[in-house]
C-alpha cells in the first residue's frame, strides 16, 4: 500500500506562516488533496488537484506538490486555523490513501 | 451546497454487519462518486470505497472482501455494509461527495462494535 507520512504536529505563531509536508514516494506524479479537521468536525476539503481552492477557502490556503513531497502552506496564520491536516491521494496500488495527519497548534 | 446526512444503529455486536445509508439532500445523487471514509476514535482516516451513481464501485482493498456500497438514486441515498465486525471497526463512520476527493461530507456516525 502507498504510504503518506505527515509530522505529527507543526506549531506557529499568528500572522507567521504554517507548511505541512506529505511525502510519499514519487508523490509528485499523483494529484494530492488536503483536508483540514477541527475537533469534533467532519473534515473540510482546504485544496484539491495538488493546488486548487474550493469556493469558500481563503487564498492563504495554498499548495504545491514536487519531487517525493506535497506541502500545504498557510499563510498569515489565525487562531482559527488550529485543526488536523490530512494529504490524500490516489494510488494504482491501494486505491485512496490517506496521510498520518498533522496537528497544527497555533502559538 | 449538496447536504449529506449518515444514518444507521450505533451499536453493532462483534460478527454481525454494519449497515449505514448517506441521503444527499440539495443535489441529486446521479452524475456523481460516493464515498465512505471511517475515523477511529483518536485516529487518522481510513478511505473504505465509493460508488459511481451507475453502480460501479472501487474498495479498499485491506477491506474488500467484508464491504458492499450500493446506491438507490429514486432515494437520492448511498449505502454502506461492513460484514463480520470487529472492535477494530468502531469508528466515526463518514459519507462524502466524490470519488476522487470528498469535496463535501456528512457529520460522520460513530458505531461502536461491542456486545
Known amino acids: 500500500s502507498y504510504v503518506l507520512t505527515q509530522p505529527p504536529s507543526v506549531s506557529v505563531a499568528p500572522g507567521k506562516t504554517a507548511r505541512i509536508t506529505c511525502g510519499g514516494n514519487?508523490?509528485?506524479?499523483?494529484?494530492v488533496h488536503w483536508y483540514q479537521q477541527k475537533p469534533g468536525q467532519a473534515p473540510v476539503l482546504v485544496i484539491y488537484?495538488?493546488?486548487d481552492r474550493p469556493s469558500g477557502i481563503p487564498e492563504r490556503f495554498s499548495g504545491s506538490n514536487s519531487g517525493n513531497t506535497a506541502t500545504l502552506t498557510i499563510s498569515r496564520v489565525e487562531a482559527g486555523d488550529e485543526a488536523d491536516y490530512y494529504c490524500?491521494?490516489?494510488?494504482?496500488?491501494?486505491?485512496?490513501?490517506f496521510g498520518t495527519g498533522t496537528k497544527v497548534t497555533v502559538l | 451546497q449538496v447536504q449529506l446526512q449518515e444514518s444507521g444503529p450505533g451499536l453493532v455486536k462483534p460478527s454481525e454487519t454494519l449497515s449505514l445509508t448517506c441521503t444527499v439532500s440539495?443535489?441529486?445523487?446521479?452524475?456523481?462518486?460516493w464515498t465512505w471514509i471511517r475515523q477511529p476514535p483518536g485516529k487518522g482516516l481510513e478511505w473504505i470505497g465509493y460508488?459511481?451513481?451507475?453502480?460501479?464501485?472501487s474498495y479498499n482493498p485491506s477491506l474488500k472482501s467484508r464491504v458492499t456500497i450500493s446506491v438507490d438514486t429514486s432515494k437520492n441515498q448511498f449505502s454502506l455494509d461492513l460484514y463480520s465486525v470487529t472492535a477494530a471497526d468502531t469508528a466515526v463512520y463518514y459519507c462524502?461527495?466524490?470519488?476522487?476527493?470528498?469535496?463535501?461530507w456528512g457529520q460522520g456516525t460513530l458505531v461502536t462494535v461491542s456486545s
Open positions: 462524502a461527495k466524490g470519488g476522487g476527493f470528498g469535496e463535501a
Open positions: 440539495d443535489g441529486s445523487i446521479s452524475s456523481y462518486s
Open positions: 460508488i459511481y451513481y451507475s453502480g460501479s464501485t
Open positions: 514519487n508523490i509528485g506524479s499523483k494529484s
Open positions: 488537484y495538488d493546488s
Open positions: 490524500q491521494v490516489w494510488d494504482s496500488s491501494s486505491d485512496h490513501a
